[in-house]
Nanobody
């Protein structure tokens, strides 16, 4: 059974940093496109980053809301994808999810989802 497990969430003050991890089992992330999403209470789910598969060009995507503050990266040897979040704001508070799909490029519909990790940014 494919599992994605997020970790690294927590409580941080505004301006601080967190690094989220997404580890996969029974699934290789090397040739998968990985996305990070977040959902705050009462809000729609928002994609905050994507990295295309290693067999593609490994390109990344960030919406304007996080561009310049968030960085997605992958460690193929550890079968793990990371989301480095800097200069965090209270508006970044949400449950963060990673998702994967065995397609080469961002923009695909994600097939596998993790259970989420809570990120809370205090003002």
């Amino acid at each position: 059974e494919v599992q994605l497990v997020e970790s690294g969430g927590g409580l941080v003050q505004a301006g601080g940093s967190l690094r989220l991890s997404c580890a996969a089992s029974e699934f290789s992330l090397v040739d998968a496109t990985i996305g990070w999403f977040r959902q705050a209470p009462g809000m729609e789910r928002e994609e905050v980053s994507c990295i295309s598969s290693s067999s593609s060009d490994g390109s990344t995507y960030y919406p304007d809301s996080v561009k310049g503050r968030f960085t997605i990266s992958r460690d193929n040897a550890k079968n793990t994808v990371y989301l480095q979040m800097n200069s965090l704001k209270p508006d970044d508070t949400a449950v963060y999810y990673c998702a994967a799909v065995e397609d080469p490029d961002c923009g695909s519909e994600f097939e596998y989802w993790g259970q989420g990790t809570q990120v809370t940014v205090s003002s």
